[in-house]
């Protein structure tokens, strides 16, 4: 998914919950399911890709952008409270 499908999909969730069409719990999972989609579709030309921690709780499933594995490492590192100094991390695909 590209970024304007995902935004159009984010759009399309918030219009329909702004009519009452839907509540804020199914806006808000559709709005995480297409960040989900985009981020583990995620394909540029700049040489960026989506790349997420395993092996320990603390980063299991943590997902960041970077532009190589060791910009990964240290990505998801930030945004994983207690991340330990070693785990593994594997490109999106």
């Given at each position: 998914?590209?970024?304007?499908?995902?935004?159009?999909?984010?759009?399309?969730?918030?219009?329909?919950?702004?009519?009452?069409?839907?509540?804020?719990?199914?806006?808000?999972?559709?709005?995480?399911?297409?960040?989900r989609?985009?981020?583990?579709?995620f394909?540029d030309?700049t040489?960026?890709a989506?790349?997420?921690?395993?092996?320990?709780?603390a980063?299991?499933?943590?997902?960041?952008?970077?532009?190589?594995?060791?910009?990964?490492?240290?990505?998801?590192?930030?945004?994983?409270?207690?991340?330990?100094?070693?785990?593994?991390?594997?490109?999106?695909?």
């Amino acid at each position: 998914m590209d970024r304007i499908s995902a935004i159009r999909n984010v759009e399309q969730a918030l219009r329909e919950f702004e009519a009452g069409e839907a509540d804020l719990a199914a806006t808000e999972e559709r709005v995480l399911a297409a960040l989900r989609t985009y981020a583990t579709e995620f394909d540029d030309e700049t040489g960026l890709a989506a790349y997420v921690g395993r092996g320990d709780e603390a980063v299991e499933g943590v997902v960041v952008v970077a532009s190589s594995r060791a910009e990964a490492r240290d990505r998801i590192a930030e945004h994983a409270s207690g991340a330990p100094e070693t785990f593994d991390i594997e490109q999106v695909t």
